[in-house]
């Protein structure tokens, strides 16, 4: 038999390495949004302060001021998060035209591929339980599917919520509970197209909430990556927030989003998580300026998605982790939603993959000390990189914002930011680069001439970086070439269960896929 002091002591040892084990493996928690700009958060400046829980957020961690996504358009944003790697390299991108973004419909041949490794794979073999909610839009054939790549459980689509469809010419987009399809958007999970009415963010709220509540009885490890897409076009809300912002129904999805984040920040406070749960927020692109009053902002930053202008790929971000990241903290940190793939692994005591170039970079330190690393970031649009950022400066190899054919028709990515030589209409290489302080000048409107001191100090270094990039780069096998609308979501896994929303597809015809911007 033990003393009682010697139990008092054993017992002590068993909570701190119980303490030990649970400081070493955090929870992680991605908000990403869909389409919302730097711009929509009160505390980057929103002049009608509507997000009280972001803006808490911020107050409670960290804000990052100058953090980008790898690509100014969804699939390959989310596809670089979550590999950590750009999307050049991971293979979501394009070459049937040049300089051109692509992305995943739903008559898309290709997806992530299998030899990507992606975070939720690492982390499940230290034993988290992961889930998606929301978005996926890394491909929707199966094979693609996010449980054949290391998430656990999903709720939610594989596309983008487009629609009405018909079924005939074109089947509506499935929802997915885990490998099997729960119906479809617009008959089994509404979006009403006139009002905006739908329940679909309050439903992802609830499966986040559920999955927090379940881990935490089980007393599991968990990665919750949680994307939903109110903010992107056709916007929806329910019937709680509808007319409630100043800023019209985009304003309600941005009120309803940020009520679903405090209600999850909230859940982990209440359950005692809060202290263990590493949690970051941000968004896979630019607001989309060419949506007009029915898209975001993107504050005092040039144009908008598809331009890898800064309004193109500079994103709202937010981290927080009470008792790890001291509260009250802005990061000037130029930093990358790749830098979450390394970060989450250093955090949990991974080694990330050795056998490929990883483009993210660990930012424990900026997160636990505000440190700050000089590094690059690279501006890809499709196969081609148009800019590259270094410290306070920002070089364009390349300009373009779309077509004159485009712009006649009504699509402008830059809505009353016309700068003349900057934002071009053709595609337009640079020689020289253009040059702009991007600190001085967020806008970019006041290039760096190139007979200056200023420009030859600084533009050398600018080069060599590329120089470096290029020479080791590989890219990877591209996924967005080929479309064929015989695979579309005509028969997903589990449409004969229930309401028999299974339909025959129609022949084969595999096709370039077109991508005009």
């Avoid at 909430?209 to 939903?228: A, C, D, G, H, R």
């Amino acid at each position: 038999m033990y003393s009682y002091n010697t139990c008092i002591l054993l017992i002590y040892l068993m909570l701190k390495v119980k303490e030990g084990c649970t400081n070493e493996t955090p929870n992680v928690i991605v908000m990403l949004m869909d389409d919302m700009g730097w711009g929509d958060l009160g505390v980057f400046g929103e002049p009608s302060k509507e997000t009280p829980n972001l803006d808490r957020m911020a107050s409670e961690g960290m804000l990052f001021t100058d953090f980008y996504s790898a690509n100014p358009l969804c699939s390959p944003s989310r596809a670089a998060m979550l590999t950590g790697r750009l999307p050049i390299r991971n293979g979501f991108y394009s070459t049937n035209a040049h300089a051109r973004n692509a992305y995943t419909p739903q008559n898309i041949v290709g997806g992530i591929a299998d030899s990507e490794i992606l975070l939720p794979e690492l982390l499940n073999k230290l034993g988290y339980h992961n889930k998606i909610v929301g978005k996926w839009h890394l491909g929707h054939l199966p094979q693609y599917h996010p449980l054949k790549h290391g998430f656990n459980e999903w709720f939610g689509a594989p596309n983008c919520h487009f629609g009405p469809y018909d079924d005939v010419h074109t089947p509506n987009i499935p929802v997915y509970r885990d490998a099997l399809m729960a119906g479809r958007y617009y008959e089994d999970f509404q979006i009403d197209r006139k009002t905006g009415l739908s329940n679909l963010t309050m439903m992802y709220l609830d499966e986040a909430v559920q999955f927090i509540e379940q881990q935490y009885s089980n007393k599991q490890p968990f990665y919750l990556y949680w994307t939903p897409d109110a903010t992107h076009e056709p916007l929806y809300v329910s019937q709680k927030f509808l007319n409630t912002s100043r800023r019209g129904l985009y304003g309600d999805a941005v009120r309803e989003l940020d009520y679903a984040v405090g209600e999850i920040l909230k859940t982990l406070v209440k359950l005692g998580l809060d202290k263990n749960t590493f949690v970051f927020f941000s968004s896979d692109n630019g607001a989309a300026t060419y949506a007009k009053t029915s898209g975001g902002s993107n504050g005092p930053f040039l144009c908008g998605k598809e331009t890898t202008f800064e309004g193109g790929m500079r994103e709202p971000a937010i981290a927080w982790w009470p008792g790890k990241i001291s509260p009250g903290q802005v990061s000037h940190q130029v930093g990358s939603l790749m830098d979450l793939f390394p970060t989450v692994l250093d955090l949990v005591g991974i080694q990330p993959p050795s056998d490929r170039p990883i483009d993210g970079i660990s930012l424990k330190d900026t997160l636990l000390q505000n440190t700050q690393v000089h590094r690059p970031v690279f501006y890809y649009r499709g196969n081609t990189l148009m800019a590259v950022r270094l410290g306070d400066y920002k070089a364009h190899l390349w300009t373009w914002t779309n077509s004159i054919q485009e712009f006649n028709r009504g699509v402008n990515f830059c809505p009353g930011e016309e700068i003349q030589n900057v934002t071009t209409h053709d595609q337009v290489e640079h020689d020289p680069w253009l040059l702009f302080h991007i600190n001085r000048d967020p806008g970019e409107k006041y290039f760096i001439k190139s007979t200056t001191e200023e420009y030859k100090k600084v533009i050398p270094e600018i080069q060599g970086v590329v120089a470096v990039h290029l020479k080791h780069l590989v890219p990877g096998t591209p996924q967005l070439n080929m479309c064929d609308d015989a695979i579309m979501n005509w028969a997903p896994p589990g449409c004969d269960k229930g309401g028999n929303k299974c339909y025959s597809p129609p022949s084969p015809k595999p096709h370039k896929c077109s991508w005009p911007h």
